[in-house]
């Protein structure tokens, strides 16, 4: 069986008045266990679309996307739900935190959607926060929290099931570039070490040598870029 | 539960603001429903306390005592009927009584004599003193509440516009009529106050105003049929039919109604409100796999636990009030009506709530990545 994320020649369209437009365009990629790879593009290129197929959110309308050589291209909405629950770890842009949840509130109730939280849970939610750093934070509150121990508590959200993929929606939108380089590295660290497959999507070309391949996005074609090229 | 708990917690000053209404709500709820027991208590309790099934009226008469008068000898034939286990006539007049020779406002007290046979069926059981006998006929029991006007036992009073004496020789509790206390006397004593004036008894011998009767499957209609220029009706169907009586409660229930509409659409209001606020942190969760029933759940339980408290500190106040509540005032807390109307509420706002919920199963996660494309 293959690990990790398979997109086959999946596209995407919309219909807007009389015209389709094409928010992606025959996109095809594939992402290993332990490899992070980058997209990159201009706004509107499609790369929230790519990130939104790929992460169980939207249905394409042709190809084929499969996550752990499960073809997810034919599921209902709460097989999907399921999906994105024990599959997918989706790190958001920042504050995208229950607001009257704390850190570690905010990891078990991934928990709380598939059933019962147990003692062994609550253990290996402490322990990921730890290990990123928030120790000392298990009960603040995410408006008592900087922009980087937000973006760090999502990134132990996204690892708290286990899922196979991880997907980083412009996860440094919202932090100076310390804080930045900090929270890519620990995704690089954290794909590499927990043998995920990671995609992230964003604007900031400093954060693509954490990477192991950088797509370009354009009009909703996907190419493989040079990294030296953009940088 | 877990969320609907969280967010109570964190966010106390928000769900405090609408469960204040909620308990004002209730309170009101309660009161109102205190008070039109109350009214039809005060209305109506001989009739309901009675121990009788059916009641024979004249026929024309609305299920009215006051409209209605038959002649005594029909007792004898409705005894006879199929599934009638006892009958007894009865007798009632409005009155006001004065206290000793006084002419002050305060010491004439409207009462309602009511004549029934000593030792039948209709007869309530005293609480003091003694019951009424067939020997003395101005020997009267009278409801207890007279006991605030002055009256105490072995008072005699005359009553107004009526050369008649009556001793109070027991008391009764919840016995009222027409909203004033009632006086039994024996249906003799009653003849003799109603029936005054010369040819105002119809020239009927030994004239009641009704016949209660007792037993199971009364057939009203064939009874009608047997016995020309008679009505008989249910108990419940003879106190509709007192004056004033459907109007009254007509009008409570009618604001009880209107309440309870307002507070479904002004909860329902709010939930939403909350709901819309939320619309990005449910997008969140669903994006990071929470299921619509998981979300669900959590705002109907959040609900529930917000109605259940607001409805038990509605309840804690409105006994409070009743406890502070003039002696005087109609106002009765039936336990059964309590909770008839703390289930309502419940299902009221949780009924309300659902909105909410459908407004969340149409929350796109994608929302939650930002942008809408």
Known sequence: ?231 | MFLALKELKHNKARFLMIAIIFVLISWLVFILSGLGNGLSTLAASTFKNMQADYVVFEQGSKASMSKSLLPGELTKQLAEMPNVKAVSPMGTIMASVIKGKSTANEDKVDIAIIGIDPGSFLEPAVIEGTGLTSDNMTQVIVNNTMKDEGFKLGDTFQLDGSTESLTITGFVKDQTYNHVAAVFTPIAEWRKIAFAAPGSDKGFTEPVNAIMLQGDDIDSNALNKQLSGTDTVTRAAAVQGMPGYKEENGTIMMMLAFLLAISAFVLGVFFYVFTMQKTNQFGIMKAIGAKNGFLGKAVVSQVFVLSLSSIIVGIILTYGTAAIMPKGMPFMLDPKLVSTYSFVLLVISLLSSLVSVRTISKIDPLKALGRGE
């Open chain 1, 1 to 231: 069986m293959t690990k990790g994320l398979q997109i086959t020649s999946a596209s995407k369209y919309y219909n807007e008045g009389l015209n389709r437009i094409s928010a992606l365009d025959n996109v095809s990629i594939e992402v290993e266990p332990g490899e992070f790879i980058a997209v990159v593009g201009p706004s509107g290129s499609g790369k929230s679309t790519f990130l939104s197929v790929a992460g169980a959110l939207l249905k394409a309308s042709e190809g084929e996307v499969k996550l752990n050589g499960q073809d997810i291209s034919k599921l209902s909405g709460n097989q999907l739900s399921d999906i994105r629950l024990h599959e997918i770890g989706f790190i958001m842009q920042a504050s995208n935190l229950v607001p009257y949840l704390n850190v570690l509130d905010q990891l078990l109730v991934v928990k709380r959607m598939s059933g019962k939280v147990s003692t062994a849970d609550k253990a290996f939610a402490v322990k990921l926060l730890e290990e990123l750093g928030l120790g000392t934070k298990l009960k603040s509150y995410p408006e008592e929290l900087s922009g980087g121990e937000k973006q760090r508590t999502a990134i132990a959200r996204a690892l708290m099931n286990d899922p196979n993929v991880i997907l980083a929606d412009e996860p440094t939108a919202s932090l100076d570039t310390k804080r930045a380089h900090e929270v890519v590295s620990l995704i690089a660290r954290e794909v590499r070490t927990r043998h995920k497959a990671a995609i992230m999507v964003t604007h900031d070309e400093r954060l693509l040598t954490y990477c192991d391949r950088v797509y370009r996005m354009e009009d909703g074609k996907l190419s493989l870029a040079k990294v030296e090229s953009i940088l």
